[in-house]
């Protein structure tokens, strides 16, 4: 299959401190791959580094075959590219409504129209609604964001991707910041995306990890230090070693 | 019981809209009227503050809704009355509609070119990057002496009769209704141009850009054409004002009038046009009235009313009611 996110040899420093060193990753259609990685390892650097808001020192970014390592943000997204944040970026004095719906209008190509409401677009609003609706949000649909609980708001937040339409999606942490028992409403909505679509996860909560993903890569200190499977990033050793130092090692010989 | 307001159906919430709107203009025709009424030998006055309000429509546009930080607005203003007033008086465009064009025409020119530079920065040196701009187009009018007569204004300007029938009158009555049509044909068109997506579109920037650009939606093209539209304004502001006084002086083009109109905004609430509208009434009646009383020390008096607003009213007069109506729905 042919790989929709082409990521070669990505560097990117800060000063002295390297936060991509040659990270190379590809993600096929249907992908459901998980990130994962100590606090530091440049996961959101490289997530960044991949939408756009970063610029890269060096190496290449491709999607669906096209280089898109010079284009800005705005540009990727045009071409596919969606992501969500992992502290959610929303507007918080407007509605969940507005949101889908500008997002709608964006793929419409209609966001910048300076006459008519979208609330007169009927197939805007239906298309709203029913995105709204697949993620139980019709009850917020009216409400000002900063009346809808968090946990809601991070609905939203797929709730907006979703309504992108992308070809490849990238989730920094969707279920950060919510109870552990309310994860399992992010998990549903996960699981019912499109399944031609590529995702990559960020994600902390390992039993999330390995009920998600198909496929887990493992970053440490900038670098990719693993791309396998969830069975056999249990019992890596290179991973065991990043996430717990020698410490493991040192338990395990004991 | 505590119970949400249902929602109508689309028709009924478009209904609504209409509603509002036609409130909105049935209010300001009212005002007008009593301002007719009330202050039959003020109509200069009054014309003035209409120009000025048309400055804090603009204003509102890229601060109260966009949240772009300037100190500079005036620009926009002065561009629009210096080419209406440069044209009339030297160029022989003394149609009053013909001089709105030509200022609004300007004004957008000098919107384009003000969000070009400003838009290159964020927050505060957005603030900085707008006072310089006001400062040099301020300095520019004043050396350019023989085409904008410096710091003697330019004088000269001779309106013909509007429509060649409704001459402009010694008492002001033709000047203030036709500012008033003029206010109320831009109100209009501004609630009608914000809400459509690319108001939304602007609110949406205030609160979050990232979130806009990754959306797909450029955040300084939006901005830009924002600020096209708030030169617009502006710039018919500058051209009513060059059309009424008959003149157009340095101070139209100042930092003064850019904070002004800022304190205007203040008062009366950001982010909405009746903010703009009631912030601008309640600054010139107030400075009107209490220069009246005390020449000297007004301004410290324009600062209490300020401070006053800010601490007690944060989200300004308007704001102010807004929460009163909403507490009483809302136990």
Known sequence: MTALLEVTALRKRFGGLVVANDVSLSLAAGDRTALIGPNGAGKTTLVNLITGHLRPDGGRVALAGDDITRLGPTGRVHRGLARSFQVTRLFPSMTAEEHVALALLQRAGKAERMLGN????????????????????????????????????????????????????????????????????????????????????????????????????????????????????????????????????????? | MNVIPQRHGEAGLLDHEYVRDAIFVAALLAAAYVGFLV?????????????????????????????????????????????????????????????????????????????????????????????????????????????????????????????????????????????????????????????????????????????????????????????????????????????STRVVGLDSLSFDLSANALVMLVLGGVGNLAGAVVGTVIFVLFENQVSVISPFHWLILVGLLLVAVVLFAPSGVTGLFARLFTTRQRP
Not at chain 1, 184 to 197: F, R, Y
Not at chain 1, 226 to 250: C, I, K, N
Not at chain 2, 78 to 101: E, K
């Open chain 2, 39 to 243: 202050m039959p030998n003020m109509l200069a006055l009054l014309t003035r503050m209409i120009s000025i309000m048309l400055l804090v429509l603009a204003l509102d546009l890229v601060t109260g809704y966009a949240g772009v930080a300037t100190l500079g607005h005036a620009t926009l203003f002065g561009a629009g009355a210096y080419a209406a007033g440069i044209g009339a008086s030297q160029y022989g465009v003394t149609d009053p509609l013909l001089m709105l064009a030509v200022g609004a025409a300007a004004g957008a020119v000098a919107g384009l070119v003000c969000g070009a530079v400003i838009l290159r920065g964020r927050g505060l040196t957005q603030l900085v990057l707008s006072i310089a701009i006001v400062q040099l187009a301020h300095e520019a009018a004043n050396k350019g002496s023989s085409i904008t007569g410096g710091s003697d204004g330019l004088s000269g300007i001779a309106p013909d009769p509007l429509f060649g029938m409704f001459r402009f009158d010694l008492f002001g009555r033709t000047a203030f209704w036709f500012a008033v049509a003029l206010v109320v044909l831009v109100v209009v068109a501004l609630r009608v141009v914000m809400r459509s997506p690319f108001g939304m579109l602007c609110r949406g920037i205030k609160e979050d850009p990232v979130r806009i650009q990754s959306m797909g939606i450029s955040v300084n093209g939006t901005l830009l054409r924002l600020y096209l539209i708030s030169g617009v304004v502006a710039g018919l502001g500058g051209a009513l004002s060059a059309i």
């Open chain 1, 118 to 254: 979208y609330r007169r677009m009927p197939d805007i609003v239906e298309a709203a609604h029913a995105i709204l609706g697949e993620l139980d949000l019709l009850g917020d649909a009216q409400s000002a964001v900063r009346q809808i609980p968090y946990g809601r708001q991070r609905m939203l937040e797929i709730a907006i991707v979703k309504a992108m339409r992308p070809k490849v999606l990238l989730l920094d942490e969707p279920a950060a910041g919510i109870s552990h028992g309310d994860t399992h409403l992010i998990e549903a909505t996960i699981n019912n995306l499109d399944p031609g679509l590529a995702v990559l996860m960020i994600e902390h909560d390992m039993d999330f990890v390995f009920r998600f993903a198909r496929r887990v890569i493992v970053m440490a200190s900038g670098k990719v230090i693993f791309d396998g499977t969830p069975q056999e990033v249990q019992r890596s050793p290179e991973v065991r070693s990043a996430y717990l130092g020698s410490y493991a090692d040192d338990r395990g010989a004991a």
